[in-house]
């Protein structure tokens, strides 16, 4: 025995504990914010409430049922929800678009270089590219300026849309949801909302999936699959997660955000043997380095760095008083960072022109002077060292190991060993598929998403977790829905104890955790890849699969873009969190029923967290069921 997983009640007074250090120091929190923040306005919640244009706002009563234009609830709704697509599109995207940037950059002699050769040759012969006696790097240059192209090209359709099997073509080829140039899909979106263009919920909901998959199967799977060429496809690597994981008695770097190309600079020069003598120098015993968010989830997976915690736990890292620095690039950064980094002697280090902010050190940082910029940060937050302030410092002693790193690549080098058929099923899902036919395994669920706090944060991921495993849903996971189940314990191997006879077998078999982490918030188009050799080998229909989604506790514009894209590649998709499109039945029920024409699969919305997960064991189980299972 002796294995246990972390509660939510002791996460709860770890954080109890530095908020009174918070209290000591004057600091704000986001506990405190949320107060101030509550009850939410009604209109917005709904999604009734219009600003596009100055004769507005205007808002949707029983009293006043249209805008000044005439736009109807529907109408404001539908194109609320299109914006609020378009903006996480935009998001991973461009970050997508970043590393294609970086890929650019790669050279033998330079910070970038090629780890996974072999995947970009893959690659060039999905796209058609000639590899050979192609010089590695010439190609890769030649892949990032295709990759480009794919955000800008006047004709044609995503590239990455031959990945997906031949039904699912052609229901995106039949509902027009096919995505074009990937900026095209966020202009088109912003065009079609303008004042006096689409109020009619049908169009703005087809183009809000169209948006979401520019993303998952555009965007999204750029960074994604350029990252792994540049910085190695993820295999199984043991780390820890939770704040335990930060050092006393060391330099502590905490790296948060999303861009693999800052965060895997910081850590070679964390590892520099001149910066580890500056530390040293200095009175500590060595420099530390842990994450934040979805940049942890990256180096995490690469490289096996502890991770500090997701997304409503950024503000205890500063709190434990022995954060040298905390290193952003983009997205979900609270800008609290600024004024509570304030209260210690912690620096706040920006280094993205995306992303900048108040009380912050900027450090511009850019593929082209990586290096530079990259040692220039690790020594501030060295130096940083002699400015703790000892009475303030409180790290919980709480973490839990976990085994992290599952691409699809090791899923299916790791699922090889489960069945006995070895010889012809190498190299395919197909053992995965075995166990999920022979009922040892029911189904899979894709859990992924932020937290929020109109949930009592982790409860609803870790909670779902636990039911689903007990009853044998193996789990596939992203983002900081995969924090919490690290922080929790989920991701030791010895978690296979706590689930069902079949579930557990697989886990001793295949010597792998029941939850499976498989990467950052942009890596959920790994799960699309997934999902379409889960088809292609089983000869099913994606929709057909005993394989759902989820999100419990998503908060950002990213999490409903990535719902679309997943909706739209045929995977039912399970919210926790309501969409502010309430405000409107015609909108609701297209995204949890009229969709289904389209694409074989639509949302359900459900905040009671029980029922969550017994409609996605239904759902599974009904899908069983059609397949005679
Ligand atoms: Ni990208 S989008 S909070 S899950 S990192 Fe976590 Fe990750 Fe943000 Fe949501
Ligand atoms: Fe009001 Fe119409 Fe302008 Fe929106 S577009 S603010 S509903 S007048």
Same mark, same amino acid.
């Given at each position: 025995m002796?294995?246990?997983?972390?509660?939510?009640e002791e996460?709860e007074?770890a954080t109890?504990?530095l908020l009174?250090t918070?209290?000591k120091v004057?600091a704000d929190?986001w506990?405190m914010?949320?107060k101030n923040?509550?009850?939410?306005?009604?209109?917005?919640e709904?999604?009734i409430?219009?600003?596009?244009?100055?004769m507005?706002?205007?808002?949707i009563?029983p009293k006043a049922p249209?805008g000044?234009c005439?736009?109807d609830?529907?109408g404001?709704?539908?194109?609320?929800?299109?914006?609020?697509?378009?903006g996480?599109a935009?998001t991973?995207?461009d970050?997508?678009?970043?590393i294609c940037?970086t890929?650019?950059c790669a050279?033998?002699?330079g910070s970038?270089?090629?780890?996974?050769?072999?995947? &970009?040759?893959?690659?060039?012969?999905?796209w058609g590219?000639?590899?050979e006696?192609?010089d590695?790097?010439d190609l890769?240059?030649?892949?990032?300026?295709?990759a480009?192209?794919?955000?800008?090209?006047?004709?044609?359709i995503?590239?990455w849309?031959?990945?997906a099997?031949e039904h699912?073509?052609?229901?995106?080829?039949?509902?027009?949801?096919?995505p074009?140039?990937?900026?095209r899909?966020v202009s088109?979106a912003m065009h079609?909302t303008h004042m006096g263009c689409s109020s009619l919920p049908?169009a703005?909901?087809?183009?809000?999936?169209r948006?979401?998959m520019?993303?998952?199967?555009?965007?999204s799977m750029?960074?994604?699959?350029?990252s792994?060429v540049?910085?190695g496809t993820p295999?199984?690597?043991d780390?820890e997660a939770?704040l335990?994981?930060?050092?006393e008695?060391e330099?502590n770097?905490?790296?948060?955000?999303?861009?693999p190309?800052?965060?895997?600079?910081?850590c070679e020069?964390?590892?520099?043997?001149?910066?580890?003598?500056?530390?040293?120098?200095?009175g500590a015993?060595g420099?530390?380095v842990?994450?934040?968010c979805c940049?942890?989830?990256?180096v995490?997976?690469r490289?096996g760095?502890?991770m500090?915690?997701?997304f409503?736990q950024q503000e205890?890292?500063v709190?434990t008083?022995?954060c040298?620095?905390?290193v952003?690039d983009?997205q979900c950064?609270?800008?609290a960072l600024?004024?509570?980094?304030?209260?210690?002697?912690?620096?706040?280090?920006?280094t %993205?022109?995306i992303?900048?902010?108040?009380d912050?050190?900027?450090?511009r940082?850019s593929?082209?002077?990586?290096?530079e910029?990259a040692?220039k940060i690790?020594?501030?937050a060295?130096?940083?060292?002699?400015?703790?302030? *000892?009475d303030?410092?409180h790290?919980?002693q709480?973490?839990?190991?976990a085994?992290?790193?599952y %691409?699809v690549?090791?899923?299916?080098k790791?699922?090889?060993g489960?069945?006995?058929?070895?010889v012809?099923v190498?190299?395919?899902?197909?053992p995965l598929?075995?166990?999920?036919? *022979?009922g040892?395994?029911?189904?899979?669920?894709?859990m992924?998403g932020?937290?929020?706090?109109?949930v009592?944060?982790?409860?609803?991921h870790?909670g779902?977790?636990k039911?689903?495993?007990?009853?044998?849903?193996?789990?596939?996971l992203?983002?900081?829905s995969?924090?919490?189940a690290a922080?929790a314990g &989920?991701?030791?191997k010895?978690?296979?104890?706590?689930?069902?006879?079949?579930?557990k077998?697989?886990?001793? &078999?295949a010597?792998i955790p029941p939850v499976l982490?498989?990467g950052?918030?942009?890596d959920?188009?790994?799960?699309?890849?997934?999902?379409?050799?889960l088809?292609?080998?089983?000869?099913?229909?994606?929709?057909?699969?005993?394989?759902?989604?989820c999100?419990?506790?998503w908060?950002?514009?990213k999490a409903?873009?990535?719902?679309?894209?997943?909706?739209a590649t045929g995977?039912d998709?399970?919210?926790?969190v309501a969409p502010q499109?309430t405000g409107s039945s015609?909108?609701t029920?297209l &995204?949890?029923?009229?969709?289904?024409?389209w694409?074989?699969?639509?949302y359900t919305?459900?905040t009671?967290?029980?029922?969550l997960c017994?409609?996605?064991i239904?759902?599974?189980?009904?899908?069983?069921a059609?397949l005679?299972?």
């Open positions: 002796g294995f246990k997983l972390t509660t939510i996460f007074s109890d504990r009174e918070g209290k004057g929190s506990q914010r949320v923040q509550t009850p939410h306005c009604k209109f917005g709904q999604g409430c219009c600003r596009i244009c100055s507005g706002p205007c808002r009563t249209r000044i005439g736009c609830a529907h404001i709704v539908g194109r609320n929800f299109l914006r609020f697509t378009a996480g935009a991973h995207s970050h997508g678009r970043e940037h890929l650019h050279s033998r002699d970038y270089h090629v780890k996974d050769a072999e995947k &970009l040759i893959r690659i060039a012969g999905e590219v000639e590899t006696g192609k590695i790097y890769a240059h030649e892949m990032s300026e295709l480009l192209m794919e955000y800008g090209k006047p004709f044609g995503s590239r849309l031959s990945r099997p699912t073509r052609e229901l995106w080829k039949k509902a027009e949801i096919e074009r140039a990937i900026d899909e088109c079609m049908e703005l909901v087809r183009q809000a999936l948006a979401g520019a993303d998952g199967w555009g965007g750029c960074g994604t699959e350029f792994d540049m910085f295999m199984p690597v780390t939770n335990g994981v930060m050092k008695d330099v770097i905490i790296v948060h955000g999303h861009d190309s800052l965060s895997e600079m910081i020069y964390a590892g520099d043997p001149e910066m580890i003598a500056l530390a040293k120098s200095l015993k420099i530390n842990a994450g934040v940049t942890s989830n990256e995490a997976m490289r760095v502890p500090a915690g997701n409503l205890n890292v709190l008083g022995a040298e620095a905390i952003v983009v950064i609270f800008p600024g004024p509570l980094s304030k209260c210690f002697h912690t620096k706040f280090i920006t %993205s022109p992303a900048q902010m108040p912050s050190d900027f450090i940082f593929a082209e002077s990586a290096a910029n040692k690790v020594r501030t060295v130096e940083n060292y002699v400015n703790r302030k *000892s303030l410092v790290i919980p709480m973490k839990q190991k085994t992290v790193g %691409s690549e090791a899923i299916v790791t699922l090889d489960v069945t006995n058929s070895q012809d190498l190299g395919t899902t197909k598929i075995e166990c999920i036919t *022979s040892v395994i029911r189904g899979a669920v894709a992924v932020c937290n929020n706090p109109r009592r944060p982790d409860s609803a870790v779902l977790m039911k689903l495993i007990q009853n044998d849903i193996i789990l596939v992203s983002g900081c995969a924090q919490a922080k &989920l991701m030791d010895q978690a296979k104890d706590l689930c069902g006879a079949g579930l077998r697989v886990c001793e &078999l010597d982490h498989m950052s918030c942009v959920i188009s790994r799960m699309m890849v997934l999902a379409s050799e088809a292609k080998d089983s000869g099913l229909n994606i929709s057909q699969l005993p394989l759902v989604g999100a419990p506790e908060m950002s514009e409903v873009s990535i719902g679309n894209y997943v909706v995977i998709t399970f919210l926790g499109v015609e909108v029920g &995204l949890t029923e009229g969709i289904r024409d694409v074989e699969a639509a919305v459900e009671d967290i029980d029922k017994d409609a996605m239904t759902r599974i189980e009904e899908k069983r059609a005679g299972i």
